[in-house]
């Protein structure tokens, strides 16, 4: 459930995410303007990872999108990943 509520307050308005009740990730879609695959490298060198969501669709689409693990995160990890991912998405986003 933490992973949950800090997307509600770290993620910019325009992103999107599944609303998991069990399992280990969460997806998330952001706008088409992103690219996650470029996301994921700037994202690395932020000390946060993430699994772009292209290699997940068969159609080689979904560019757009990722996956967040959140099985093997303690609160205070997940907290600080996704403040420092959602600045980083908020920042890529006002380039656009």
Not at 8 to 34: C, I, K, Y
Not at 80 to 90: A, H, N, Q, Y
């Amino acid at each position: 459930r933490h992973m949950l509520a800090a997307l509600d307050e770290h993620m910019p308005q325009a992103v999107t995410w599944t609303r998991h009740t069990g399992g280990f990730f969460t997806w998330l879609t952001v706008p088409d303007t992103l690219d996650t695959v470029a996301l994921a490298q700037r994202a690395r060198d932020g000390g946060v990872a993430f699994v772009p969501g292209r290699p997940f669709h068969p159609q080689h689409d979904g560019l757009n999108t990722l996956r967040l693990a959140f099985s093997l995160a303690d609160d205070d990890s997940i907290e600080e990943g996704v403040s420092r991912l959602g600045k980083m998405m908020t920042a890529a986003l006002e380039k656009r």
